[in-house]
């Protein structure tokens, strides 16, 4: 089965057929970095982070693009409530993001490209929208898009402009000759970061950047546009539009857009106090446990943060590990009825919850011959998910626990176990069993000695 993805613009699925041979360019809207990551931003970064390593195990040549926001009113806004330079906002929770990153296993993009380092490109390109027609200068020193002027406005959404003039969204602005107009140019105000430009001095807006940044990296028409289903409108209309005025070309092929995470079946948002950053969950539960969970349901949908969700991934993320116990893993079997049956789900637009039932079906199998090659493959085809990435006693011994013993204790309670065994006093033995597992922590008898797990 050939790759098919569903592209938000036709709303249908598509047969995927790159520009180029066997290359392929995917630019995704990045996070706009004035805190902590959270775990809706996870989601983007783990979805897209699972289409590019299908991608590559398909035989493309992927080039990954993921943008940085390094200036907006809100990095502006918390840089003076921190009192801190607008720079070493940005820096500290660039690199923030970069470990919440590598923590949840995700690889990090080919492309990083920041707003900030792109300002030739975004001048550039509201000067080639002036001139032909398709942008004006305001009285206010902005600079705005005439949406009016693109006869396909809305196209992505399915919005139209008669129902968007009428909608409550339509800022109601003196200087624009259109309320619909956005802003490609923001005038600069009293102590806010400027840069210079042919109407003054400003920033741009934040539209503008992404069609800047992904046109430099990948040209001016490319493969897949992705990112969270809260971009289609504006964002992504408004990059339709403003990249097709200025380069004349079709701008993306196919658009992605995966699900929100929702906290207890209601829309995460911090005025309801149901927001969760990443490094918060990591502290409750193991990376691959996290992102098993996001993959769980397929991309395009809502995904519900609960703790009985999370906790099932937990128990699913463990039955994978826990068929490779006593298994020797070998190279990978090939031409197996699992390897065909995954490659065809992950083809059928990243079915994600349809391959993990393929990686039970394996697992189970494993379980019942303790064949090495079929080990082997349970480890490659996890492993092109992000999965079953540590070997088996890290995992169990790495889980996130509110035990109060480390491992050396641990280490020293199994010794004493194993004395009082030894003496045959199996009380003391049964007692420091029923101890470490009160305090979170399991323990694992084999002809090889005992080894244990966070439960």
């Given at each position: ?201 400003g920033r741009p807006g934040w539209h503008i950047e992404c069609s800047a940044m992904s046109t430099k990296c990948l040209g001016n028409h490319f493969d897949i546009h992705g990112g969270g289903m809260d971009l289609t409108f504006p964002h992504h ?64 949908s809502p995904v519900n943060y609960t703790e009985e969700n999370l906790e099932v991934a937990k128990a699913s993320v463990a039955r994978l590990y826990s068929a490779l116990q006593g298994v020797e893993i070998g190279q990978a079997a090939t031409g ?120």
């Amino acid at each position: 089965m050939s790759l098919q993805i569903f592209n938000t613009e036709s709303r249908q699925k598509e047969v995927f057929k790159p520009i180029h041979e066997n290359q392929v360019g995917i630019y995704v809207c990045g996070v706009t970095v004035y805190d902590l990551c959270h775990i809706g931003h996870a989601r983007v970064m783990v979805v897209f982070d699972t289409v590019v390593r299908h991608l590559r195990a398909l035989g493309y040549e992927v080039k990954y693009v993921r943008n940085i926001t390094d200036i907006d009113d809100k990095i502006i806004k918390r840089a003076l409530e921190n009192n801190e330079s607008i720079q070493s906002l940005t820096e500290r929770m660039i690199k923030e993001m970069h470990a919440d990153e590598t923590a949840m296993n995700v690889l990090r993009p080919d492309m990083e490209p920041k707003a900030t380092e792109h300002m030739d490109e975004i001048k550039g390109m509201i000067g080639s929208l002036i001139d032909k027609g398709f942008a004006y200068p305001a009285s206010n020193g902005d600079v705005y898009f005439k949406v009016k002027a693109f006869e396909n406005y809305g196209r992505l959404s399915g919005k139209h402009l008669d129902e968007l003039e009428a909608g409550s969204r339509v800022e109601v602005n003196t200087v624009k000759q259109d309320p619909m107009d956005f802003v490609l140019w923001k005038a600069s105000k009293a102590d806010e970061p400027a840069w210079d430009s042919s109407w003054g001095n400003g920033r741009p807006g934040w539209h503008i950047e992404c069609s800047a940044m992904s046109t430099k990296c990948l040209g001016n028409h490319f493969d897949i546009h992705g990112g969270g289903m809260d971009l289609t409108f504006p964002h992504h209309d408004n990059e339709i539009a403003q990249s097709e005025c200025a380069t004349g070309e079709h701008y993306v092929n196919t658009w992605m857009h995966c699900g929100f995470v929702r906290i207890d079946d209601e829309k995460m948002s911090k005025s309801l106090n149901n927001f969760f950053t990443i490094r918060e969950v990591l502290k409750i539960y193991h990376p691959e446990v996290i992102r098993y969970f996001l993959l769980a349901s397929h991309y395009r949908s809502p995904v519900n943060y609960t703790e009985e969700n999370l906790e099932v991934a937990k128990a699913s993320v463990a039955r994978l590990y826990s068929a490779l116990q006593g298994v020797e893993i070998g190279q990978a079997a090939t031409g197996t009825k699992f390897e065909k049956e995954f490659v065809e789900v992950m083809n059928d637009d990243f079915n994600t919850p349809k391959a993990f039932a393929v990686l039970f079906e394996l697992a189970k199998e494993v379980n019942k011959t303790r064949d090495t090659g079929l080990a082997g493959l349970l480890v490659k085809l996890s492993n092109q998910i992000g999965l079953l990435e540590q070997d088996i006693e890290t995992f169990f011994q790495s889980q996130p626990s509110n035990s109060e013993l480390d491992e050396a204790q641990i280490e020293a309670f199994i010794e004493e176990r194993k004395q009082a065994r030894a003496n045959k006093d199996f009380a003391r033995s049964d007692e420091i069993r029923d101890h470490l597992k009160e305090q979170g922590i399991e323990l694992l008898d084999s002809a090889d000695g005992t080894t244990w797990r966070q439960i």
